[in-house]
């Protein structure tokens, strides 16, 4: 028997993805990513090492910095658990932009027309408003979807682009402030319609409601009988059918639940951060939101945990733009990660196995 | 051929999975030229042994020897490289692409320029020559599950596999698909390929089989000669234990009207008529089979009465209530029981775990929901009552069902529609692919239902099978029910008669 043998790396297909290793997975592509990134900013002329110290110096450096990543993961949080949700049930809602502009708008126009009600009521009316054109706005991409199986993702996308410039014409138009310098935006609203803040920094109310959103997720999710027939349907319809769920209804409660999570990041963002309704009030949460969910692979107390390091990326993006790099960079680094998440998907199906490749000769 | 020497080895295999040792040190060896039959129970190890020959597993310990030389198999393709190619019970084919495409599907060459009349002509060339009838140009989707398997076939044989493994290939076929798969496996015995053949059936065994191996509880019980045993001796190899005999049908008193189909009429998935004015009754206390060529309309037949697919026309009575076109809820509400053809996807949710499989149907009702809430101690109590009572093999209840073995699964899901304490029963083909002893366990289970008062509908394409446990039978052909006999007076000649189309007169249904 001659032995001679040499160890190399092989793919083995797994089993069941291990528990560690869909932890491993998102560090692994955002290291990647940040690989990548330096690669271009190498080929760009700038030293990425002291790009990613501003980077991080700005968002965790300062208390500053560390509550404005807050202040970012809040709309990141609240349209990722929207995302997450209905991706969950198989429902490929891209339409979360469209469903936080939507929630912004039904806010806003609660502010602008009872400026004179009391904080309380004030504040819980524009918490329903905005859950609710959020909600209306998702359910609209549902009903085709659930009646007449027409595909959400293209319809749930296009309204996007609708709820975008309905906003802005609202505000370049009849909601327009008087006294705004021609600037696309509406006049401030009252003082009752602001969000409590918290440690002097403008970290708003709005970070409790998303945290208290992941929790209850949570629990619907594997507690209570609307979850599990939510995983169930997601796992397999036909099962779902034969058990006598009602999938149409759950495709509309759903995207109702979806869309309104968004809807409420735009409440919390008009209310908590500008304070009036303004064209651009998300530089794109909702389609970041598409990242953090597949990212967290789709658990609520993950996209807690992601949309803070999203947040601290997008923060970090605005303190390097002071070096002279284009803010776009951080769109890059973006998108690098969804690449490499997707990528490296391949760990959780397969795992790295050291075989001996021998060349032995049997009898 | 008894000096042939062995074309593939597996030397002293082990491989273990969390709970289980699916295969403790087996040995086991295939002749070119010859068919080598794999039996044993389920969850004995044959598909784990052969995945592990076929690169899909690989072995914790023992060797792979092919045409004399030691190989290591890494994935699929590497087993194609030596010639190892196995042909799944769950097809592996492209629907809207063509029987040729299909076959060349997943090859390296050609590399570029894809000459499809060449390879069009190749095909067919290969597949007339061992007799797998079908078409190169024609779509996957439009064939039958056996006119599939001829492509799987021939596609292993493209590729150049002189070792030929099929996983259960006779579960889904007709009587008269299974008489030609074993012609054609025939011929590529004759043609010095190695086939191994794995299958429940040991009448098929000692048809077509010229060695057989017996697992049992992962460990081989030894390799025969076909002429030197026979299917008494073979059972008591594969069980251990002598096999009491079959369970008796026993007439028990008829009660009221559970079931009745009055001239319904279905369309199938393709928008075709599938069933066309179908009446029946089924009283509680009564078993009745329904017999057929698989595709008369037997699967529509199960989902009008499971609320799964409309009425077109007619109406279905449960327990004397209008039923027609209401929602499987309801269905289920009204206390009809489905065990599907299709197990793992609608039966069963092949990621999920056992735990939450089982509360599928009682997760709206209490113990199992409070509120809005699930509480999951008593799902976990269900779970542990039902695993035991129905002997399941499971290594813990989180484990997802896709990872249980097929005679597992099904008890799993029999387990569960049957604790429900159905006054009907919907059962379809619920016997395939399962061992002589969890076919005895599921009939037996079947036969205590009726006793207990249960209407049960069986549907199955084992004509013994119906004739054993059917009060009457229903013969189906092209959507129609064809008559209905008393089963103590059917004969096998005149079911055959009816299931070909020749319809008797004046029966009672
Ligand atoms: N991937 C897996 N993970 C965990 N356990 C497994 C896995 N595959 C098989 N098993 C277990 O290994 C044992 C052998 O399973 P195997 O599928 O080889 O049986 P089988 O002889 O093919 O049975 P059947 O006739 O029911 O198909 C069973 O107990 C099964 O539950
Ligand atoms: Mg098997």
Redesign the interface.
């Known amino acids: 028997m001659n032995k001679q043998s040499q160890l190399t790396l092989?793919l083995?297909?797994r089993?069941?993805p291990s528990r560690w290793i869909s932890f491993l997975v998102p560090t692994i592509s955002v290291a990647m990513a940040l690989l990548f990134g330096a690669i271009f900013l190498l080929m760009t002329g700038h030293d990425p090492l002291k790009v990613y110290e501003i980077m991080a110096e700005g968002a965790f450096g300062s208390k500053y910095g560390l509550s404005e990543t807050v202040v970012k993961s809040i709309p990141l949080m609240l349209t990722g658990l929207g995302v997450s949700i209905a991706f969950k049930m198989l429902l490929w809602n891209i339409g979360a932009e469209g469903q936080l502009y939507m929630g912004a708008f039904a806010a806003s126009w609660v502010a602008l027309s009872f400026p004179d009600a009391s904080p309380g009521f004030l504040l819980s009316a524009m918490f329903l408003a905005g859950f609710l054109g959020g909600a209306l706005w998702g359910l609209l991409p549902a009903l085709p979807r659930a009646f007449l199986g027409v595909n959400e993702v293209i319809t749930s996308l296009m309204l996007n682009y609708v709820a975008i410039l309905w906003v802005d014409y609202l505000v370049y138009g009849p909601w327009k402030d008087p006294k705004g310098f021609n600037f696309p935006l509406t006049a401030p609203f009252t003082p009752s319609a602001d969000l409590p803040t918290f440690f002097g920094t403008r970290i708003h109310l709005g970070l409790v409601v998303a945290l208290a959103a992941a929790a209850i997720l949570n629990v619907v999710l594997w507690?209570?009988?609307?979850?599990?027939e939510i995983?169930?349907i997601g796992?397999?319809p036909?099962?779902a059918?034969?058990?006598?769920?009602?999938i149409a209804r759950n495709i509309l409660l759903v995207m109702f639940l979806s869309g309104g999570l968004a809807g409420l990041a735009g409440m919390t963002e008009v209310a908590g951060i500008t304070h009036r309704l303004q064209h651009g009030i998300s530089p794109g949460y909702g389609y970041s939101a598409i990242i953090i969910a597949w990212l967290s692979k789709l658990s609520p107390g993950a996209v807690v945990l992601v949309s803070f390091l999203l947040g601290a990326l997008l923060v970090g993006g605005y303190s390097i733009q002071s070096s002279g790099l284009p803010a776009a960079t951080v769109s890059m680094l973006q998108g690098a990660i969804l690449f490499f998440v997707l990528g490296s998907e391949i760990l959780t199906k397969y795992r790295l196995?050291l075989?001996?490749?021998?060349e032995?000769?049997?009898? | 051929m008894k000096d042939e020497p062995n074309l593939v080895e597996m030397r002293d295999i082990t491989k273990g999975f969390p709970g289980v040792l699916a295969n403790d040190r087996v040995s086991f060896a295939a002749r070119a030229g010859e068919i080598h039959a794999l039996l044993g129970e389920n969850g004995a190890g044959k598909s784990t042994l052969m995945s592990i020959l076929t690169g899909l597993y690989r072995p914790d310990e023992g060797e792979i020897i092919v045409a004399g030389r030691r190989i290591e198999l890494h994935s699929p393709r590497d087993a194609i490289r030596n010639g190892i190619g196995m042909v799944y019970q769950h097809f592996r084919l492209i629907p809207p692409f063509s029987v040729a495409e299909n076959v060349i599907l997943g090859l390296d060459a050609p590399r570029f320029l894809l000459n499809m009349p060449e390879i069009e002509k190749k095909v067919a060339a290969l597949s007339e020559s061992y007799g797998l009838r079908v078409d190169p140009k024609v779509k996957v989707w439009q064939l039958s599950v056996g006119e599939q398997q001829r492509v799987e076939i021939v596609k292993m044989l493209y590729r150049g596999a002189r070792i030929l493994i099929l996983d259960e290939p006779t579960a889904v076929l007709t009587p008269q698909e299974t008489r030609e798969l074993f012609l054609t496996l025939r011929r590529m015995a004759g043609n010095g390929h190695a086939v191994i053949f794995i299958t429940h059936k040991l009448h098929e065994v000692m048809e077509v089989a010229d060695r057989i191996t017996v697992l049992r509880g992962g460990r081989s019980v030894g390799t025969v000669e076909k002429k030197d045993t026979n299917p008494a001796s073979l059972a008591r190899m594969m069980v251990g234990r002598e096999i009491p005999p079959a369970p008796s049908r026993s007439e028990g008193p008829r009660g009221e009207k559970i079931l009745e189909l009055q001239a319904v009429q279905a369309m199938s998935d393709k928008g075709l008529p599938a069933l066309r004015g179908v009446s029946l009754t089924i009283r509680a206390g009564e078993l009745l089979g329904i017999a057929g060529v698989s595709g008369n309309g037997q699967k529509e037949l199960a989902e009008v009465v499971t609320g799964l697919r409309p009425v077109q026309a007619g109406r279905l009575y449960i327990k004397g209530k209008d039923l027609t076109n209401r929602s499987p809820k309801e269905i289920i509400e009204a206390g009809v029981s489905h065990v599907p053809e299709d197990r793992l996807g609608t039966g069963l949710i092949p990621n999920l775990g056992v735990l939450e499989n089982v509360i599928l149907k009682e997760y709206r009702r209490p113990p199992i929901s409070r509120g809005p809430l699930l509480d999951r101690r008593a799902a976990r109590e269900r779970s542990e009552d039902l695993v035991r009572d129905f002997q399941v093999k499971v290594a813990y209840l989180d484990l997802p069902v896709k990872l249980l073995s097929g005679g597992n699964l099904q008890r799993l899901l029999l387990a569960r529609e049957i604790s429900a304490a159905p006054s009907l029963i919907v059962a379809v083909y619920p016997v395939r692919g399962l061992d002589i002893g969890a076919t005895e366990t599921v009939h037996n289970l079947l036969l205590q239902q009726k006793a207990r008062g249960a209407a049960i509908l069986l549907i199955s394409e084992d004509l013994e099978e119906i004739l054993h446990l059917s009060d009457r039978v229903a013969v189906m052909y092209e959507g129609e029910i064809q008559g209905v006999l008393p089963s103590s007076e059917a004969r096998l000649e005149e079911i055959g008669l009816l299931m070909a189309g020749m319809k008797k007169e004046a029966t009672t249904a």
């Open positions: 092989t083995e297909k089993l069941a507690r209570t009988r609307w979850g599990y995983r169930v796992e397999s036909a099962a059918r034969y058990a006598g769920m009602n196995v075989v001996r490749r021998g032995r000769r049997a009898n």
